[in-house]
């Protein structure tokens, strides 16, 4: 499934605060969701794996790090669990990082929303503004995405322009951290 997808991450000082806004616009709850998501080498893009109690994809994406709301393309392949997948992955490709989060989902209409809590990097807030059908444009997912932005008061500052992986990976090679 190719999908066409408007994103941003913001580090946030209080995530229940942020779902409470949320809240307020009566979204739908999917639910608490425990993800580990392994990221293999690859020749361009980025490759994961995610491995959830909820969501379970193999999942291919091309997106450039900038702060702010950024679009990609997402190539997506729902799967159901099993150990074998990431292993033949890893033996093949090489495990590249592993992200471990506990993930709150929530949905209004096409734009989903992700508070969550990384391990080893804290608290953030994810808003995904999502075209699997063809039936925005990308300014149309860029402007959800602004104004989900102004409804949680996320600051030019505050936005995170990496992603979970790149941030484990540039956390792991700090000194302070060896």
């Known amino acids: 499934m190719h999908i066409l997808n408007v994103e941003f991450k913001s580090r946030v000082d209080d995530l229940q605060s942020c779902e409470m806004r949320l809240k307020a616009l009566n979204p739908v709850f999917i639910g608490v969701d425990h993800q580990v998501d392994t990221y293999f080498h690859v020749s361009h ?23 702010g709301a950024k679009s990609s393309r997402v190539l997506l392949y729902k799967c159901q669990p099993d150990p074998a997948l990431r292993q033949i ?26 508070f969550d809590r990384v391990e080893g990097l804290g608290e953030f807030l994810e808003v995904e503004a999502i075209d699997n059908q063809g039936s925005f444009s990308r300014e149309q997912l860029m402007q959800q995405c602004a104004y989900y932005a102004g409804i949680f008061d996320i600051q030019p500052a505050d936005y995170i322009k990496q992603s979970y992986s790149d941030m484990m990976l540039e956390r792991s090679s700090s000194p302070d951290m060896k």
Request: hydrophobic content about 45%; charged content about 35%; glycine content about 6%.
């Open 45 to 67: 893009g980025r490759l994961k794996l995610r491995e959830g109690n909820i969501e379970h994809a193999l999942i291919h994406y091309d997106r450039k790090d900038s702060a």
């Open 89 to 114: 992955l890893a033996l093949h490709l090489g495990v590249k990082v592993v992200v471990d989060k506990v993930r709150r989902i929530y949905f209004v209409d096409n734009v989903k929303f992700h």
